[in-house]
């Protein structure tokens, strides 16, 4: 089941949106095919990036594991979807995991497919200070960064919910290096949805930049000559791994 935080009429708009558009890319999963994730074997795109996003989870995991240990954990998944990584993250038992989001239909599914204990799901608008204030050691945002308008007011509403030394996390999410290529992004935003069908959507789509990220602290993990490297080869994601701690 789902905790409600936030009503899910203000949001009803924008969730039909992204479920067209889903549904037009053949994104909607079965019941069967979510407890598989991250392991999609087709097609050869979707697989693609489903590797990225496995490889992510693993080196946060393993990031989570020496920074934090065993000692109890408390997580926030925000834009958690259908919740695949939230499940994943809550497979350790000292940590408790908040699976967030605004789209109530990928919410009742993972809440229905996953049950675990230490797992809950949560529609909240992280904007409207819903959430319990002092509360995560550590606060995940994978590829949902780009559904949030204002970098700025999303971390210093972030900032208000982590307890002391707490960090949050941004992964799979492209920051641009300047405002040109913020612009031609924005147009390629434009032209898929305008291809989808449903332009609409590109209005909730939002291209941030690095120095933004920047400029509130943010540290890439994802530099140096390693991960240039394996960025290239196509081994990792091309997404910095941003983390303000």
């Not at 890319?25 to 996003?53: F, G, I, N, S, Y």
Request: net charge neutral; charged share 25%.
């Amino acid at each position: 089941m789902i905790q409600y935080l936030s009503q899910p009429e203000d949001y009803a708009e924008k969730e039909q949106l992204y479920l067209e558009v889903r549904r037009r890319e053949t994104r909607v999963l079965t019941d069967e095919a979510l407890m598989q994730l991250p392991e999609v074997k087709a097609p050869a795109e979707l697989a693609r990036e489903w590797r990225w996003r496995k490889r992510a989870l693993e080196r946060l995991d393993e990031y989570l594991q020496a920074h934090f240990g065993k000692q109890p954990t408390r997580m926030l998944d925000l834009g958690c979807g259908n919740g695949w990584m939230s499940n994943r993250l809550a497979a350790h038992a000292n940590r408790e995991v908040w699976a967030a989001d605004l789209n109530e239909t990928e919410l009742l599914q993972g809440s229905r497919v996953f049950t675990r204990e230490n797992l809950r799901f949560v529609y909240a608008d992280v904007l409207q200070g819903v959430l319990p204030e002092r509360h995560f050691d550590v606060i995940v945002l994978a590829a949902s960064v780009q559904y949030f308008p204002d970098l700025q007011a999303l971390v210093q509403a972030l900032r208000k919910l982590l307890l002391e030394k707490g960090q949050i996390h941004v992964l799979d999410s492209h920051f641009y290096p300047d405002e040109a290529a913020q612009e031609a992004a924005r147009q390629r935003t434009m032209d898929y949805y305008q291809k989808k069908g449903v332009p609409e959507m590109a209005s909730y789509y939002h291209h941030h930049l690095w120095k933004e990220a920047q400029a509130l602290g943010a540290v890439n993990l994802n530099e140096g000559l390693k991960a240039a490297i394996l960025q290239r080869c196509g081994y990792w994601g091309p997404f910095p791994w941003m983390v303000w701690k």
